[in-house]
């Protein structure tokens, strides 16, 4: 999944995202608003970390731009501001989620985790598409309560396609998020999660993508 980080310290920027990396997170990290409204313009994103305080501006600024246009994307605030006031700003101007800084990384993992599983429409870690089931702490697979054994490759292709059950999924955007080579590594990837899953999970749009059809 994609994550945003917007934030202007040098040092915590780039612990954190190592740590969303290591993570599995394909996180991008900004430090200036100018910077963040451009990315997410151009690039679709799944969560955004997002400081207050930086150098171009006030990060309220962009949360209210962006939930007065009626994206939905989660945003967790980052802050040294620990004022109940500043919270509460950051909550009524639609911040799904606050942390005050210092926090444990592990705190902000799991808080990232939570968000983006509530607006994928699921309230748990396990994930229950039919008799499909995905575990998102520890990537485990069962299907009718029989364990798969998956590449990462696959995981993250099946992942995609359950947290957007019932939605095509472009082609273009499965390559170039998933890290395949081209499209005869995504059709591969597809292949095989199609024989250990059975043929019915994974449905070809032909001419634009797949979808896991929901139950």
């Avoid at 919270?87 to 210092?102: I, M, S």
């Avoid at 592990?106 to 983006?116: G, I, S």
Wanted: glycine share 8%.
């Amino acid at each position: 999944m994609n994550v945003l980080l917007v934030e202007d310290d040098l040092a915590l920027g780039e612990a954190l995202g190592q740590a969303l990396r290591q993570a599995g997170w394909r996180a991008v990290w900004v430090r200036r608003l100018k910077e963040a409204r451009a990315f997410l313009a151009g690039e679709p994103q799944d969560a955004l970390l997002l400081d207050l305080g930086l150098p171009d501006g006030e990060g309220l600024d962009l949360l209210r731009e962006l939930r007065h246009q009626g994206e939905t994307l989660p945003i967790i605030v980052l802050t040294a501001r620990d004022a109940l006031a500043t919270r509460l700003d950051g909550l009524r101007e639609g911040a799904d989620d606050y942390l005050v800084k210092p926090f444990a990384i592990p705190e902000l993992l799991a808080r990232l985790q939570a968000v983006t599983r509530r607006s994928s429409g699921f309230v748990s870690a396990h994930w229950q598409i039919g008799s499909l089931c995905i575990d998102t702490d520890t990537r485990e697979v069962t299907l009718a309560d029989e364990a798969i054994s998956l590449s990462p490759s696959e995981f993250a292709l099946l992942f995609e396609l359950v947290r957007k059950a019932g939605k095509v999924i472009n082609r273009e955007y499965l390559v170039e998020h998933l890290c395949c080579e081209s499209d005869n590594a995504l059709e591969v990837h597809v292949h095989n999660l199609r024989r250990k899953l059975g043929g019915d999970w994974v449905r070809t749009v032909r001419g634009v993508g797949y979808l896991l059809p929901k139950p």
